[in-house]
C-alpha cells in the first residue's frame, strides 16, 4: 500500500465529516436551533473561562457582529444570560443557563447515540482505539 493513500483516505472522512458540520447536521437533526447550538458549544468549550461576544466569534471563526446576533438569539431563547464582569465592568461575559444546559444534554445525547450507532457492529477494543487515535490526531493538527 502506497503511505499516501491512507492520508487520502483521512482527508475524504475529513471532508466528508466537515460537510456535515457545515450543515450542522447533528444539531438540526437533534431538533436543537442550529446557529444559536454553536453558541452554546463555544460557551462550553470554554469553560471554566469565560467569554464574552469576541470570544464566541473567535471560537465560531465568524466576525463580531455575527456573533453578536447570534449570541441576542441565544439570550432571547433563554439559552444564555449576559453578567457584567466581576474584574472589568466594561466587559460583559455570557453564562449558559439552565435552558442552555438541558439543550446541550440533549444535544450531546444526541450525538453520542449517533456516533454509538455508527460504531454498533465495532468491538470495545475497536472503539478505544480509534477514540485514542482519534484525540491524538486532533491533537495533532494544532502543531
Known amino acids: ?81 449576559r453578567e457584567a464582569d466581576q474584574a472589568d465592568g466594561r466587559r460583559t461575559n455570557l453564562v449558559l443557563t439552565a435552558d442552555g444546559r438541558r439543550q446541550l444534554e440533549v444535544v450531546h445525547g444526541f450525538r453520542r447515540e449517533r456516533f454509538a450507532a455508527a460504531m454498533d457492529d465495532w468491538t470495545g477494543d475497536e472503539r478505544k482505539v480509534f477514540a485514542d487515535l482519534l484525540a491524538r490526531f486532533v491533537t495533532g493538527l494544532d502543531r
Open 1 to 81: 500500500m502506497d503511505k499516501t493513500e491512507p492520508i487520502a483516505t483521512v482527508e475524504a472522512a475529513m471532508i466528508a465529516i466537515r460537510r456535515r458540520q457545515t450543515r450542522r447536521t447533528l444539531a438540526v437533526q437533534s431538533g436543537g436551533p442550529d446557529p444559536v447550538q454553536e453558541v452554546l458549544d463555544a460557551i462550553e468549550a470554554a469553560e471554566p473561562d469565560l467569554l464574552g461576544v469576541n470570544g464566541v466569534a473567535a471560537a465560531m471563526g465568524v466576525d463580531q457582529p455575527r456573533a453578536s446576533k447570534l449570541v441576542a438569539a441565544a439570550v432571547s431563547a433563554g439559552l444564555v444570560r
